[in-house]
């Protein structure tokens, strides 16, 4: 079993150096980093006393992964999740905040459980989370990825600015839906007809 360190590393290399894609909401990016979580958080790098892009570029791997551990693993509470559960969800918080929890929070209500949908690992969600793993051990983490999968299908499906996180240019598979299969087993991975098939009303 990997630790949070290790988990933390794997999403930086996932995540990359710098980039600052006009079509992406959390602007200047560094190790997966947004220039909005900095000002969140009031991490002035440079220390000239604003939160700016220089203070995107002044950051190192090691303070990114800091960062990961102690505000979207150790505040976000995911180290309460069950073991397995907890690098995907992780991974997906980093990238998409409550929403990761979210997703969990709809899944664990489709498999009976009585869960708020509010973003928030309390003890509700943690409980829920519990349970269904003791039913399910061998696919909560599966069906946890296709969820997640799903996820960023339909939010292409509402911003098409974001489509090409989704499906690269020559029509294969993005970025998002890459890295939430990272996290399923292969058998459970889209074939590329089924993915051509699910962004073809993209245009």
Not at 56 to 74: G, M, S, T
Not at 92 to 107: D, E, F, P, S, T
Request: charged share 25%; net charge negative.
């Amino acid at each position: 079993m990997q630790s949070v360190e290790e988990i933390a590393n794997d999403i930086v290399d996932r995540e990359g150096g710098f980039v600052n894609d006009p079509d992406d909401p959390g602007g200047a990016t560094k190790f997966g980093v947004t220039i909005h979580s900095l000002r969140r958080l009031g991490i002035d790098l440079t220390g000239d006393g604003a939160v700016d892009i220089a203070d995107v570029h002044a950051l190192e791997r090691a303070d990114a992964v800091k960062i990961f551990i102690e505000h979207y693993f150790e505040r976000p509470r995911i180290d309460t999740l069950p073991t397995n559960l907890q690098a995907s969800v992780f991974d997906m918080y980093v990238n998409a905040g409550r929403h990761a929890v979210k997703v969990l929070q709809h899944l664990l209500c489709d498999m009976g459980q009585i869960v708020h949908i509010d973003g928030v690992i309390g003890p509700e969600t943690q409980e829920a989370a519990r349970i269904a793993h003791g039913i399910a051990a061998g696919y909560l983490v599966d069906a946890y990825g296709i969820a997640r999968r799903n996820y960023y299908y339909r939010l292409a499906d509402a911003r098409p600015s974001s489509r090409k996180y989704a499906r690269r240019k020559d029509g294969g598979k993005g970025g998002w839906i890459m890295r939430a299969e990272s996290f399923i087993a292969p058998r459970y991975h889209l074939s590329v007809r089924e993915h051509h098939e699910r962004v073809a009303g993209w245009g």
